[in-house]
């Protein structure tokens, strides 16, 4: 099956699932919480299986990995496999706020080679295969040219960068909360924001639809050691993230790369 039949197939179905969560939060949520103190709403349980059910029936041979459903070995055998988070951002979703999203990544021997990313609230459909560039709703993207990080714009903690132990303290720079790990990386890729920041594990489903769109602009998508990402793993987590602009991505890397996480 070609890149380009699986991103047709992965865009639809994202926009079909942003639709349903949509209807969903308008008609009243069911939420519980989840090991962790993460909230899991009835809509996150129903667009996973919208998933299932389009994607699986459309490519039965490829594995399976949702933040959604229990995890399964089986995939580990799959050459290709769906990697999805029916809702990125499951706080701002169930709160009414914009910031979140559906992903959908097809991985191919560890590596994303089709990915959208649909932030339903504000009408933007992220997508990119491998080797094509990628897109912001049909329009070309790339990240900025920034090449400092005075000023910069930053997504991510700010209590984190304010941290009295940080050895040199961060420049002063604009940053903001997104609660969507995706989204966030693709505004990087769009060059909205310059970097985006998170010293702390990310789980596939978070980040491999927006890795691929972040790259395929031109964007740096790795850990906070400058290692680039390798999927479907026995343990589906990276150690953390930097996706940032390549004029910046170097000057991130210097301050933060001496930080023991522990993975």
Known sequence: MSFEADLALIRDAAHAAGALASRMRDAGLTIEMKAGDSPVTDADLAVDR????????????????SEETADNPD????????????IDGTRAYMKGRPWWSVSIAVIEDDQPVAGVVFAPDVNETYCAIRGAGARRNDAPIAPST??????????GDVRMFQHPAW??????????????????????????????????????????AADLIAREAGAVACDHLGRPFAYNGPNPSQHSLLCAAPGVAPLILNRVSHIALGN
């Not at 919208?50 to 990995?65: E, V």
């Open 146 to 155: 920034r090449t400092e990080l005075e000023g910069a714009g930053m997504v």
């Open 75 to 86: 995939r580990l055998a799959c050459r290709r496999l769906f990697v999805v988070d029916p």
């Open 50 to 65: 919208l998933l299932i059910d389009t994607l699986r029936t459309a490519r039965p041979d490829y594995g399976w990995l």
């Open 167 to 208: 050895p040199q303290p961060w420049p002063s720079m604009r940053i903001e909360a997104r609660n969507s790990t995706a989204y966030r990386m693709c505004l990087v890729a769009a060059g909205e924001f310059d970097a985006a920041l998170a010293l702390v594990a990310k789980a596939d489903w978070d980040l491999a």
